[in-house]
């Protein structure tokens, strides 16, 4: 029975302190938000704060996928590179073919950005190599693609169909589009990852790898799993953000994987896997857009937002680093 | 008695070199020319610097994918401070100290708040990019210096032999004498296979870690001074994706990147095999972006494939 006490006690405990970490990004969150209202009120205008939602759903999209990632102790860093192989693809398509329904245009993203993810996944699961080396290496190998595949040309907005633009321009109920987008992949795996077996089978390899297969999870199986779901929606996200801007570039989202990765990062998730909740995810991308949009409404040059963002990166790191250490230490003393 | 030639890793790539030669100097007449050839190696003479420290690094069980950017950020201190009407040996001076200071960063927040090096790293590698953009925004910065050029342009007086072959040659045996002959060098071998027992047996991981970071930090000031002097401009954007290329040739040249094993002899061979390699596929015209894809194909094939070979040797004791 004393047993049973401790796990619960245990539970309790980590309980607060993942309530306390969300708590831990909006008060940065609103605080940010008055500094650069008072400084200027068109931040919290109601246009501005469209953009920032606008802008933060690609983000959220791309970001909830690379936590899939993240929560099995792995990286993906190929997300960036993804999207703009998808992106670039996608539009050439649709700028060489105009008749092409529009409606199929997010499943061809979802399907070139799979085999993209399933790639990543092959090399993780089955060849056993460490995700960091595995991603790094298609990141470079996707981008080289994109070059070779548009010879270095943009895909301009004129070229594109009418159609493929009001992909995210169109409002439902007054909301964008693409909010609803990000709304629905939220929701999916909010349910996937809290009431579904296989969503609480990538928390376990990420808490503790030889455990989950004691128990009988497939390991193999998570694993490519997770980084299919990492390039599905990142490919996702390429056709939606080709369409949003209304042009393919080469160089298009470099570096969008680090905004990824530091929402996922903010938002709570430990960079060794295991623990961290989806909606400190989208907390963390709603922080991060919220403080680039910040930089440019206080026209403050936007040459500081990757300083910036390496900044909150290792803040946030560091906090929860500090946070386990004093779980870790109050537990060693009741013991 | 048969003689039982072992096939280590080291006699691949000296086999891939001499294949490189030959097919290189089959399909382009310019290839097989002593004076090109050593002229060449200047073209990746940081990344063999940064890739020396690089190897401690990995087989002590970490990563620093933030070297690149560190470089980024050394260049434009002293692009900045040269600007101003500083003297280009100062601002060297001065960026070796700022980037020896960017790793010993990485490697007490490593220690000090216990983080995987891959976090910190990462967190760093747009800390320190981001720093070179702020400083010089989206403007260049010329070097005007005959002296200093020579670093990065220049031969030893009378022979085609660039300097700064030279330069990695001496820090590359010092790299590996203190890697294979040293304390020290074994600490880092017994920190990669197990850091636990390493620190239960009284080895001092902690600071370990922290001189090993801190050795890539001044690594990448050197390289950044190197590509600096050799491009003899300096862009905020200077060595970006020199990390992946920097942990391909740590990798290709044998170093298991779980850490723990390797040695010197095979990165060097490596960092060969990988420039002469794209200096006969630029010979060839070949785009750079094909380079690129195939610098990344190469990085994780060599994974893979020693991952198979490790299975197999596993399988074969059992």
């Known amino acids: ?335 | 008695m048969k003689i039982r030639l072992r096939i280590t890793w080291e006699i691949i790539l000296l086999i891939l070199i001499v294949l490189v030669f030959l097919v290189s100097s089959f399909f382009s007449p310019y290839f097989l020319d002593i004076v090109n050839l050593l002229d060449n190696t200047t073209n990746f003479m940081e990344k063999g610097l940064i890739s020396l420290a690089m190897t401690y690094i990995i087989i002590s069980g970490n990563i620093d994918i933030s070297v690149a950017s560190n470089m980024g950020m050394t260049s434009a201190f002293m692009g900045v401070l040269h600007r101003m009407g500083t003297n280009i040996w100062i601002c060297a001076l001065v960026g070796l100290i700022i980037a020896t200071l960017g790793g010993y960063l990485n490697g007490y927040l490593i220690v000090r708040f216990r983080l995987p090096a891959i976090a910190v790293t990462l967190g760093t590698y747009a800390l320190y990019r981001g720093i070179a953009y702020i400083l010089l925004q989206d403007t260049a910065v010329g070097i005007e210096s005959e002296s200093f050029m020579y670093l990065g342009q220049g031969y030893i007086a009378g022979t085609p032999v660039p300097f700064s072959l030279v330069l990695y040659v001496i820090f590359a045996i010092i790299f590996g004498f203190v890697l294979h002959k040293t304390t020290f060098g074994r600490y880092v071998y017994s920190i990669g296979n197990n850091e636990q027992a390493c620190k239960f047996s009284g080895i001092p991981v902690e600071k370990i870690k922290i001189v090993l970071f801190t050795i890539a930090g001044f690594m990448s000031g050197l390289g950044a001074i190197l590509l600096t002097s050799r491009l003899s401009s300096i862009r905020p954007d200077i060595g970006s994706g020199l990390e992946l290329e920097v942990i391909a040739t740590v990798v290709l040249g044998g170093v298991s990147i779980l850490g723990g094993s390797g040695n010197m002899i095979g990165v060097v061979l490596s960092l060969f095999l990988i420039g002469f390699l794209t200096y006969s596929l630029n010979l060839l015209n070949i785009p750079s972006q094909v380079i690129t894809i195939i610098m990344g194909s190469l990085l994780v094939g060599t994974v893979v494939i020693s991952n198979l070979l490790e299975q197999r040797r596993a399988r074969a004791v059992k």
């Open chain 1, 1 to 335: 029975m004393a047993k049973m006490g401790s796990i619960n006690g245990l539970r309790e405990k980590s309980y607060d302190i993942a309530k306390l970490r969300e708590i831990g990004i909006i008060f940065p969150l609103f605080l940010f938000g008055l500094i650069i209202a008072l400084r200027n009120p068109y931040f919290i205008s109601w246009e501005n704060l469209r953009y920032i939602f606008l802008d933060a759903s690609i983000l959220t999209i791309v970001a909830i996928g690379e936590m899939m990632v993240i929560l099995t102790g792995g990286i993906d860093l190929s997300v960036g590179s993804n999207l703009a192989l998808t992106g670039m693809t996608v539009s050439m398509i649709y700028r060489d073919f105009h008749n092409f329904p529009v409606i199929l245009a997010p499943l061809i993203g979802i399907l070139i950005g799979g085999v993209c993810g399933a790639i990543n996944g092959l090399f993780v699961a089955k060849g056993k190599v460490i995700p960091i080396i595995a991603t790094l290496s298609t990141m470079y190998i996707f981008r080289g693609i994109v070059y070779i595949i548009s010879g270095g040309r943009w895909v301009n907005a004129h070229e594109m169909p009418e159609g493929y633009k009001l992909l995210t321009r169109v409002e439902i109920l007054g909301i964008p589009i693409l909010v609803i987008y990000a709304l629905i992949v939220f929701l999916f795996f909010y349910y996937l990852l809290n009431y579904k077996a296989i969503g609480r089978s990538i928390y376990a390899v990420g808490n503790n790898p030889q455990s989950a297969i004691y128990i009988g999870i497939n390991k193999v199986k998570v694993l490519f799993l997770v980084y299919l779901i990492s390039g599905i929606l990142a490919g996702l996200s390429g056709v939606l953000y080709t369409s949003r801007f209304a042009s393919a570039e080469s160089s298009a989202a470099i570096g969008f994987e680090l905004s990824a990765i530091s929402a996922v990062v903010i938002g709570g998730v430990k960079t060794t896997g295991g623990s961290g909740k989806i909606g400190g995810v989208v907390l963390g991308a709603l922080l991060l857009t919220m403080i680039v949009n910040g930089l440019n409404v206080m026209k403050i040059s936007p040459f500081y937002k990757l300083a910036l963002q390496g900044l909150m990166f290792l803040i946030a790191v560091i906090v929860d680093s500090l946070i386990a250490e004093r779980y870790y230490k109050g537990r060693r003393r009741r013991v």
